[in-house]
């Protein structure tokens, strides 16, 4: 019994639904769990496990029917601390919000729960999601399980660690300049970016392409099992997709080898990149190419996708964050305060001329992706760094511009509106995880889970987690 912690979510939901293991053993299974490793990485820093316990039993009382593609039979999960849990601290990193007990649960945590997922507890982040590196003054840092010297990368870095170490099977995740993404490959584990609107979430700028929420897992198929219950329509979110919605689990159990991927070592954009992480995700590209599959090393033109993000962005931190400067700035972390200056300083045109040029840039992926099944890159242009820096500031001699500049090609990715898995696909010869992104075509979720479970399989990675802490 102690073992099922090594089951993927998939198996694990599959003994729940055929009745095998119970929600309460899972739920104390995590708990042993989180207790044995979390002191090493701090990634799980608020526990609800009395909540756990009462779901876990409501689930049980409940007559077994046939559910809809999505439902998790009372498997255990993490909810990323930006996400309200009706009754259950949740801080979002900040000290504006560290005793912040919300009445009412998140819009995307109501989903999960509704079909059968049991919250944990929380997962640590940075302040207000901002930066790629899992620290705050709430609860300090989160450290990568594969070696706990470093960080395992933010904003959803507390989801990642927890799902690498076997605390959780899954965990919710928020991806706006790679914050899915770049962790899941910190960690060697498996997340997914989708479309705007595919996982209905409520924020206060209601037609914001840029922000999402979406799955975490230790393999494409848990990805696929948790996105299933996560997507679907809300009446408050205008983006939200009406469906009906293929099953994303059955898509991700059907890999699909693809005939033709396009490679980009740095999609003409990253100013420098660490030798082995090029090296390895070359490896990769070499390995597609062994199997047979078509492999161009050519991408769309991304120029101005930098330029035009961090401006977008800079217009929704004023709407996140404006009004707390005032009351807030010596609370509010440094990135913060720089992010949200930066916006009040843009002018209608630089905002406006920012959305048109977001327009030119999907439209000239979208004719790119006509041609290929997926578009694959580095996730980070270096290996996860030490768990006391609060970001990069140079690789190579070469100094990176603001504290995103290292993440330029995940930022630069979520300009296109494309769905994008992260896969791991190795290790440094230090043993840090490497991953790339998949990048598929517009609103090709389905297609994108055939293919990069194929690649998964290919790669020969994901079977690594979890692990103790090291």
Not at 154 to 182: E, M, N
Not at 336 to 361: C, H, R, Y
Not at 387 to 401: A, I
Request: proline share 7%; with cysteine; hydrophobic share 45%.
């Amino acid at each position: 019994m102690k073992d099922l912690y090594k089951l993927g979510a998939t198996e694990a939901v599959a003994l729940l639904k055929k009745r095998e293991v119970s929600p309460l053993e899972l739920v104390d299974v995590s708990i042993d769990r989180i207790e044995a490793t979390d002191g090493k990485l701090n990634a799980m820093v608020t526990r609800c496990y009395e909540r756990a316990h009462d779901h876990a039993r409501r689930i049980m009382q409940e007559k077994q029917a046939q559910r809809a593609p999505g439902f998790l039979y009372g498997l255990p999960i993490a909810a990323k601390d930006n996400l309200a849990v009706a009754g259950v601290r949740s801080t979002s990193g900040s000290k504006i919000y560290a005793d912040h007990v919300p009445a009412e649960s998140d819009l995307v945590v109501e989903r999960l729960e509704a079909h059968g997922a049991i919250i944990m507890g929380k997962s640590n982040m940075p302040e207000f999601a901002a930066g790629g590196n899992s620290f705050n003054d709430v609860f300090g840092a989160t450290r990568n399980p594969w070696d706990v010297r470093t960080t395992p990368g933010g904003s959803s870095g507390g989801s990642a660690a927890a799902l690498a170490a076997g605390q959780v099977w899954l965990a919710t995740g928020g991806d706006f300049g790679g914050s899915i993404r770049h962790p899941a490959s910190f960690a060697s584990v498996s997340g997914l970016r989708p479309s705007p609107g595919m996982v209905a979430k409520i924020q206060k700028q209601p037609f914001n392409p840029l922000s999402v929420e979406g799955p975490m897992g230790r393999t494409v198929a848990d990805v696929a099992l948790m996105f299933d219950a996560e997507a679907g329509f809300h009446p408050e979110d205008p983006l939200s997709q009406l469906g009906p919605h293929p099953s994303f689990a059955a898509a991700a159990a059907s890999p699909r080898k693809p005939a033709r991927i396009a490679f980009s070592p740095d999609l003409g954009i990253a100013p420098v990149m660490d030798d082995e992480v090029r090296s390895l995700c070359r490896a990769a590209a070499q390995k597609i190419a062994q199997a047979g599959i078509a492999v161009d090393e050519k991408h769309p033109d991304l120029s101005d996708a930098g330029r035009t993000f961090l401006t977008l962005r800079g217009a929704v931190y004023i709407a996140r964050h404006g009004g707390w400067l005032e009351k807030y700035r010596h609370v509010l972390k440094p990135e913060i305060v720089q992010n949200t200056e930066f916006g009040l300083k843009l002018s209608a045109p630089d905002v406006v001329a920012a959305e048109v040029a977001q327009g030119d840039i999907v439209r000239r992926v979208a004719t790119f992706m006509k041609d290929y099944d997926a578009l694959i890159c580095p996730t980070v242009l270096c290996a996860p760094f030490d768990v006391n820096q609060r970001f990069p500031e140079q690789l190579n001699g070469v100094r990176f511009e603001g504290y995103m500049g290292w993440l330029v090609l995940t930022f630069s990715v979520t300009v296109t509106a494309c769905p994008v898995m992260a896969v791991p696909v190795g290790f440094t010869k230090a043993g840090l995880p490497v991953g790339v992104q998949v990048i598929g075509k517009p609103r090709g979720e389905a297609a994108l889970f055939q293919v990069a479970s194929y690649l998964e399989a290919l790669f020969g990675v994901s079977h690594l987690t979890p692990i103790d802490p090291r």
